[in-house]
Antibody
């Protein structure tokens, strides 16, 4: 059974940093691209970032480019999102998600999310 | 970047109704369009990928269509468990943008 478990969320001051983790199980982690999607409570979904299975390529939303870094440790079956220079606009529930084997097919499994609150 | 526009933003329907949601891309995305269902307090669930392929385990009353810039999600014979918010997502080119969502409410 595929499982994705996010952690690392919490309260951080504006300008601060946070690293999110997503522990994956139930599939061959290194074979699949992974991504992060965020959602302000009560609002819509926003795609944040994605990374290929080998970690060689990564993409970012314009809103986080230069501040966030996605990475993965395939030996630990874990996906990360390093978030720097955080602002109130980054406050959201952050979901980790897995892409299917066929590229361009969306995200077929999602975690339950970890809440990031940026506030003084 | 590709912008995704969903319509309507909300709709009211009854059990047994046929419901259609539209998603429009700001440029051609071929058939690289996915649809998700999200219920309150839950993660999104993939329903449809590459415009019309039904994800495993999703009831056949859900169907998707379209190509290029215009896409539809149709729910035939709406069931009580289908009242939720639906999102489209283009998977053609990063950033893989989502539509704004369509909330399907009970009439």
């Amino acid at each position: 059974e595929v499982q994705l478990l996010e952690s690392g969320g919490g309260l951080v001051q504006p300008g601060g940093s946070l690293r999110l983790s997503c522990a994956a199980s139930g599939f061959t982690f290194s074979s699949y691209s992974m991504g992060w999607v965020r959602q302000v409570p009560g609002r819509g979904l926003e795609w944040v970032s994605a990374i290929t299975g080998g970690g060689n390529s990564a993409w970012y939303a314009v809103s986080v480019r230069g501040r966030f870094t996605i990475s993965r440790d395939n030996s630990k079956n874990t996906l990360y999102l390093q978030m720097n220079s955080l602002s109130a606009e980054d406050t959201a529930l952050y979901f980790c998600a897995k892409e299917p084997a066929k590229s361009g097919s969306g995200f077929d499994y999602w975690g339950q999310g970890t809440l990031v609150t940026v506030s003084s | 970047d590709i912008q995704m526009t969903q319509s309507p933003s909300s709709l009211s329907a009854s059990v047994g109704d046929r419901v259609t949601i539209t998603c429009r891309a700001s440029q051609s995305i071929n058939r690289y369009l996915s649809w998700y269902q999200q219920k309150p307090g839950k993660a999104p669930k993939l329903l449809i990928f590459v415009a019309s392929s039904l994800q495993s385990g999703v009831p056949s009353r859900f169907s998707g269509g379209g190509s290029g810039t215009d896409f539809t999600l149709t729910i035939s014979n709406l069931q009580p468990e289908d009242f939720a918010t639906y999102y489209c997502q283009q998977t053609y080119s990063p950033p893989l943008s989502f539509g704004g969502g369509t909330k399907v409410e009970m009439k």
